[in-house]
């Protein structure tokens, strides 16, 4: 088989970037996903974690964040964007999720929540309803969950790059 990932993307933990690398031509397109370009001195000053995990697919980059604007009640939001770097959807989830990993074969966003409880959420009911009902079940064995990220084109968890 041959490789044909052409692309790389970078999202920032401590500001409300992504970068999208076209690896052959080492051209960067830089989305700054807050609107414009951030104020370095007040980021660095005043430090807020912006994205916490990234995955990606053939069609989408997904680019997760937690809505800290109620200290009582946090949440994570997905931000969806496709690889010529355009914003598609946001796409608020119904509690924080610490990972979350995409199985693209069978159209499903498995995720791990702050209570420990794995939840399956299905990926073509987010992109079209933006919050699709849960499927809530303890977790038994993150292993089981985390097995397909160590197929050829996921680098796994805690990684920041991802390539299409």
Request: proline share 4%; with cysteine; glycine share 6%.
């Amino acid at each position: 088989m041959i490789d044909e990932r052409r692309k790389l993307a970078i999202a920032y933990r401590l500001f409300n970037i992504i970068n999208i690398v076209d690896i052959p031509t080492g051209k960067v397109k830089i989305l700054y996903t807050g609107g414009e370009k951030p104020n370095w001195e007040k980021a660095i000053g005043t430090p807020k974690e912006h994205y916490s995990k990234l995955q990606c697919d053939e069609k989408y980059i997904w680019a997760m964040t937690t809505d800290h604007t109620d200290p009582s009640h946090l949440y994570s939001k997905l931000e969806v964007y496709d690889w010529d770097g355009n914003y598609l959807h946001k796409i608020n989830l119904d509690q924080p999720i610490l990972m979350f990993a995409l199985d693209n074969k069978h159209g499903y966003m498995y995720a791990v929540t702050t209570d420990d409880e794995l939840i399956r959420y299905n990926t073509q009911e987010l992109l079209s309803v933006y919050l699709s009902k849960s499927i809530s079940f303890p977790l038994l064995s993150l292993a089981q969950m985390v097995g397909s990220l160590f197929q050829p084109g996921h680098a796994g968890w805690d990684k920041e790059l991802y390539y299409k």
